[in-house]
């Protein structure tokens, strides 16, 4: 099955030219047999990340929204915080699960990661770091399994049609 993704790359300082991690996502959407159907940069701005977010949530030809960028600890880092005001759910095992992934390559500085994912509207967001290795962790190390339909025991996918039940 072929998931609907959405891209936003969170930055004060990238373009689409030098917007590495962004770039990486691109690919490895594309190797993965999914469709990229919006990529966006927007400033570390919670107001413009949270309109970005509303707008694509509304979408029904998007399934996943994924965001680089704006997860660590400094004052201008706020994709978390922006995530929290759309959120249905949150998913915390996923950034439990990133931050473990990503002490095998960058070690306790894993810890400076706030990656994290929630449900908004029936969709799953996942908010990922900026450095292209971060989002190489998260794909490679989750991402790839579990927007995957044939990944057993389970996955992200095969609970689409379910996400929106009362």
Not at 110 to 131: D, E, H, M, T
Not at 146 to 151: A, R, T, Y
């Amino acid at each position: 099955m072929r998931v609907n993704i959405a891209l936003l790359t969170v930055t004060d300082t990238r373009t689409f030219d030098n917007d590495k991690s962004g770039a990486i996502l691109v690919n490895k959407i594309k190797e993965a047999n999914h469709n990229l159907v919006d990529r966006k940069i927007c400033k570390d701005n919670k107001h413009e990340i949270v309109s970005i977010l509303n707008e694509w949530i509304q979408h029904s030809n998007i399934d996943t929204i994924i965001t680089t960028g704006g997860t660590g600890l400094t004052g201008r880092d706020i994709t978390p915080e922006a995530l929290d005001e759309i959120a249905d759910k949150h998913i915390p095992g996923f950034g439990e699960i990133f931050r473990n992934i990503s002490l095998k390559t960058v070690g306790t500085s894993a810890i400076q990661s706030r990656a994290c994912a929630v449900l908004a509207n029936g969709k799953y967001i996942f908010a990922l770091p900026g450095s292209s290795g971060g989002v190489t962790d998260a794909w490679d190390g989750i991402l790839k399994y579990q927007l995957d339909i044939n990944n057993k025991p389970c996955n992200f996918v095969e609970l689409f049609p379910r996400l929106k039940e009362k």
